[in-house]
T-cell receptor, first 113, second 113 residues
Framework: KAGVTQTPRYLIKTRGQQVTLSCSPI?????VSWYQQTPGQGLQFLFE???????NKGNFPGRFSGRQFSNSRSEMNVSTLELGDSALYLC????????????FGPGTRLLVL | KQEVTQIPAALSVPEGENLVLNCSFT??????LQWFRQDPGKGLTSLLL???SQREQTSGRLNASLDKSSGRSTLYIAASQPGDSATYLC????????????WGLGTSLAVNP
């Protein structure tokens, strides 16, 4: 099976702009989770989607949003970008049942200038 | 609030050494604990998953133990190789919130030939 793919891999934006990141899960997986990774804070959970519904949410401001499509592909959007949003954004997919391993994509590295 | 700590932050060892990475968590009410590996420019790879009812898991040269009552897990790597060089991350899922991984900051391992 193909792994989790994320596009784009690298992105440079300026403050105030918005950005959309895409994640395609492993075929058959219904759950997609998003994480932000920064050197200071490490990995932090953003949200999880399962069958097109947000099932779990982390402690990020409303500028961070997401959605999932019927084919389980997911997008994450960040509006009004701030310098502190510069990070590696990782998505992970899993079948969607309790406690199973999540499979991670390579990430999208976002730089906000 | 669950907090995950990994010690040491960085480790450099000669090839062939056996080594131990440590992970501690503040709330013992966890659903499971996972160890991941992160290589530069790549996503995260799940190494071992230990359910809360288990004491250890083994995969090849890797062995992870879990002591829930003391809030500790160790990852033992036998006969280290240069290819083991990577960042190792520990993450827990709290009981009752079984989708959100809470992460340590990782241990950066360098195995020197």
């Amino acid at each position: 099976k193909a792994g989790v793919t994320q596009t784009p891999r690298y992105l440079i934006k300026t403050r105030g702009q918005q950005v959309t990141l895409s994640c395609s899960p492993i075929s058959g997986h219904r759950s997609v989770s998003w994480y932000q990774q920064t050197p200071g804070q490490g990995l932090q959970f953003l949200f999880e989607y399962f069958s097109e519904t947000q099932r779990n949410k982390g402690n990020f401001p409303g500028r961070f949003s997401g959605r999932q499509f019927s084919n389980s592909r997911s997008e994450m959007n960040v509006s009004t970008l701030e310098l502190g949003d510069s990070a590696l954004y990782l998505c992970a997919s899993s079948p969607g049942f309790e406690g199973e391993t999540q499979y991670f994509g390579p990430g999208t590295r976002l730089l906000v200038l | 609030k669950q907090e995950v700590t990994q010690i040491p932050a960085a480790l450099s060892v000669p090839e062939g050494e056996n080594l131990v990475l440590n992970c501690s968590f503040t709330d013992s009410a966890i659903y499971n604990l996972q160890w991941f590996r992160q290589d530069p420019g790549k996503g995260l790879t799940s190494l071992l998953l230990i359910q809360s009812s288990q004491r250890e898991q083994t995969s090849g040269r890797l062995n992870a133990s879990l002591d829930k009552s003391s809030g500790r897990s160790t990852l033992y790597i036998a006969a280290s190789q240069p290819g083991d060089s990577a960042t190792y991350l520990c993450a827990v899922i709290n009981a009752g919130n079984n989708r959100k991984l809470i992460w340590g900051l990782g241990t950066s391992l360098a195995v020197n030939p």
